[in-house]
């Protein structure tokens, strides 16, 4: 079974659209492209990855879309359209022709209110995402959790993943706080309630400096546990991983937190579940 990546980045930030990028970090403020990450893949196996959008602008998913055509190992793309704009949904069908096109990621994360996703005007991009046979990209904190349990639950079709285990305050536990909490309840009940797959990613920039194994593994099992092995898939998060870890370092950190599975169940994180998931 081909190992998969399945969340990455690239990004030029010449193209003016990362409005989030910070630009005084030398490390996310460069280019990244395939070049980059080839070096990474070919030391660790991996034979295939999911590109995913990191800019609010269908320019960029446009910019991923080409890099994918000339990238064999670039397997699929999420994007994004505007879902405050019902007249995208054309420009979403345009999107679901490109053989590598395989869903959507609105950044919700950076959307200041909560229920956006609720919202009566963003409906009809659910729709449309079902119709087209295209996947979801859950981008939230924890604070999100109930409202993507309605929202799967409102739509049963919709393929969704759940972006980085939903970003847990990692660094708060490794403080002595209790951030298991109404994080793991609500992880729990879309695992045990919906069909959401869940992306293992994002741990080692959600954890403070100085992590280890021990400071992820509650977050990691947790996950493994309400999920099962084959609805949840490794992905890098590079660039961003490099925050607080290259990729080698993070991608044996997930050998180690993986460990006490048989090994089917290993090729099934590493591979099988993004595999099934995007339909790569």
Known sequence: MKRIDAHHHFWQPARGDYDWMPKDNPILNRAYGPDDLAPHLGAAGIGGTVLVQAAASVQETEY??????????????????????????????????????????PMIQDIADTDWML???????????????????????????????????????????IDHIMKPQIREAMAGGDALGPWAEGMERLARET???????????EADAGWGIDDLRPFARHVLDCFGAERVMWGSDWPVCRLAAEYDVWLGAAHQLT??????????????????????
């Open 64 to 105: 991923m879309l080409g890099l994918a055509d000339a990238t064999p190992w670039v397997l699929g793309v999420v994007g994004w359209i505007d879902f405050e704009d019902p007249a995208q949904r054309r420009q979403l069908e345009r999107f679901a022709r490109h053989p590598k096109f395989k869903g959507v990621r």
């Open 119 to 161: 919202r009566d005007d963003v409906q009809w991009a659910y729709r449309a995402i079902i119709d087209l046979d295209l996947t979801f990209d859950a981008l939230g904190f924890p604070r999100h959790l109930a409202n993507f349990l309605t929202l799967k639950t409102s739509y049963g079709e919709m393929r969704m993943v």
């Open 195 to 205: 069909d959401t797959f869940c992306k293992f990613s994002g741990l080692v920039t």
């Open 259 to 280: 460990a006490h599975l048989p090994p089917a169940e290993v090729q099934e994180v590493f591979g099988g579940a993004a595999s099934r998931f995007y339909r790569l």
